[in-house]
C-alpha cells in the first residue's frame, strides 16, 4: 500500500533509523483473538499488537510477532492516497493519521527493541502523538497555508478537538489524555522552529533527540 511505504520512508528518514522492517510487511486483515494490542488510535481504528513468539530451541534470542491493524475502512481511504488533493477531507486525515500512529508506535517498538530497552505502552502512545502531528504537518494536507497557520489548525485539531471511545477503560483514558498532555507541550515547545523555514533542522533535531531519550527527561520540566 503506496501511502503505509511514504508513512514508513518518512519515519525513518525523520528518525536516521536503519531499520530493515518495513510496516507494509506486518499489517495484518483482522484483529487477534485473545491477543490485547500494545497500542492503538484513539478510535481504536489502528492498533500494534504484540506478542512472543512460540517457544523454539533452535532460537539463540526470544522473539516476538508484531502485527499492525488498520480497520477496513482506513485501508480503503488509503488505497486512493495518490489521488489526494489539498486540502484533505476530515476521514482522509483521520485515516492518515490512523495509520501513521500505527506505523510509529511500530518503528518505536522495534527501535527501543534492537537496544533491549522495555517500554510502557504510555511511551509508545506519546511517541505516536508527536509523529502523528509532526507526519502531517509535512505532509500536503493543507500545503496552500502558510506554515504558522498550517501548525495552528493542526495543533487545534490532534490536541484539543478529540474524543474517545467509550469502551476504554478508566486507565487507558488516563493513559491516552496523559501521552497527549506531553505530546502538545513537545511540539508546542518547537513551534518556533517549525515554523520558521531557517529553523526546520533545529526541530528535526529535537525530535530525534527526545526519540531517544528516557521516559523521565521527555515528561520532566521543559
Partial sequence: MFAVKQIDR???HLYNLNSLHCAEEFLIQSVPNLVPPKAAS???????????SPPNHKLEEPSVDLGIYLSEDIRELLKNFTRWSS???????QAFSIAGEEISHFHY???NLSRERPISEFEIELQGEID????LFFSEFHSQLPKKE????????LFFNFSLVSSLTPTEKQRYLDATIYARRFVQ???KDLVDEGSIERAITSARQFYQ??????VGAP
Avoid: C, M
Fill in 10 to 12: 518518512a519515519i525513518k
Fill in 42 to 52: 484513539k478510535d481504536l481504528k489502528g492498533a500494534l499488537y504484540i506478542s512472543p
Fill in 213 to 218: 531519550k528516557e521516559l523521565a527527561d521527555k
Fill in 150 to 157: 498550517k501548525f495552528e489548525k493542526l495543533f487545534e485539531q
Fill in 189 to 191: 515547545n518547537i513551534r
Fill in 87 to 93: 486540502p484533505w477531507t476530515h476521514q482522509q486525515v
Fill in 132 to 135: 502523528k502531528f509532526l507526519l
Fill in 109 to 111: 517498538f522495534v527501535f
